[in-house]
């Protein structure tokens, strides 16, 4: 890998080399060589420090978007209290720890091990309870029965897998007919915007695949109906201006949109056409691909 890609990549993603592999520190992951690893020293402060780590996850604006997002389902009567919901990737466990306060029978997945640990402190320390299983999201359907959930959520894992149609189609099996598939802040490159980083790290076998907004949707089509929305992530950006690490021109870009993003503009018919059409172009800004499994 070229000398500078290194550098930025571990400076900007808190990436480590461990066996000559690039792997990002917050997850330990090396998903494409089916290899997990993670640090004692990152696991056992992290034991320590269960509160604060929550609440430092809490602080991201995906977090905070993925808090509305459960709101709404609520509200929409899509999420009950007796949905039978699985989240894929789930990382730490903060997600499935918040949707297990709304619903009774939540299993949480990730293929690393340490974070299936900390899940299991984030639900003594918030008194709920959900399943936890070490499984790679391509082989959920060796776990899980046929037609045995009702929602299906992924939030910035989907991109971690180098056979996309292959997930859909396992989420597809599991899923009862008519439920719903949420990929949720899910990184897109776009066909102008190839991001160099992402495709350096994905050669070499590590972490990310740079996929399109149409690579999200062509391989969920033989499976599920899409909708599209607009992340309210965008909304949240807005508050944490001075935490985003991006360039001063992208910077500039957010406090432009400040005045213009708002909940009623993000939902409105030709915003959304630009938005999306920006996203197919150019990726990087959040979008929602809701899927509902064809009958
Ligand atoms: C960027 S984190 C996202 C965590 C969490 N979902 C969130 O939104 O904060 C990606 C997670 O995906 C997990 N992961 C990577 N490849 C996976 C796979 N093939 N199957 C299941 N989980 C995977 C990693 O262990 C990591 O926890």
């Not at 969920?220 to 021109?249: A, G, M, P, Q, W």
């Amino acid at each position: 890998m070229k000398t500078w890609v290194k550098k930025r990549l571990l400076n900007r993603h808190k990436c480590q080399i461990i066996n000559n592999s690039l792997i990002c520190t917050t997850f330990l992951t090396n998903p494409m060589k089916k290899e997990v690893k993670i640090s004692h020293k990152y696991l056992k402060t992290c034991k320590k420090n269960i509160q604060e780590l929550y609440e430092r996850e809490s602080l991201n604006p995906n977090i905070e978007m993925l808090l509305d997002f459960i709101k709404r389902l609520k509200k929409e009567k899509i999420l009950k209290k007796k949905s039978n919901i699985l989240e894929l990737g789930g990382g730490m466990g903060w997600f499935s720890t918040q949707l297990a306060t709304n619903s009774d029978h939540v299993v949480f997945t990730d293929i690393t091990q340490g974070h299936l640990t900390i899940a299991k402190q984030y639900q003594k320390l918030k008194n709920v309870n959900f399943e936890t299983s070490l499984i790679p999201m391509q082989n959920i359907n060796s776990v899980f029965k046929e037609n045995s959930f009702d929602l299906v959520f992924v939030s910035a894992a989907l991109h971690h897998c180098s056979n996309l149609k292959e997930v859909y189609k396992n989420v597809a099996k599991v899923l009862k007919s008519k439920g719903k598939f949420f990929v949720l802040c899910e990184p897109m490159v776009g066909l102008f915007y190839k991001n160099k980083e992402i495709e350096h790290v994905a050669n070499k076998g590590a972490q990310d695949v740079p996929y399109t907004i149409r690579n999200y949707l062509k391989a969920s089509n033989d499976f599920f109906d899409y909708e599209l929305e607009v992340s309210k992530t965008v909304l949240y950006y807005k508050k944490n201006i001075n935490k985003i690490r991006s360039s001063k021109i992208l910077k500039k870009l957010f406090i432009l949109s400040n005045k213009i993003l708002t909940e009623k503009s993000i939902n409105n018919f030709f915003f959304k056409k630009v938005y999306f059409t920006f996203a197919y172009f150019f990726g990087r800004v959040p979008v929602n691909i809701i899927l509902t499994k064809k009958t």
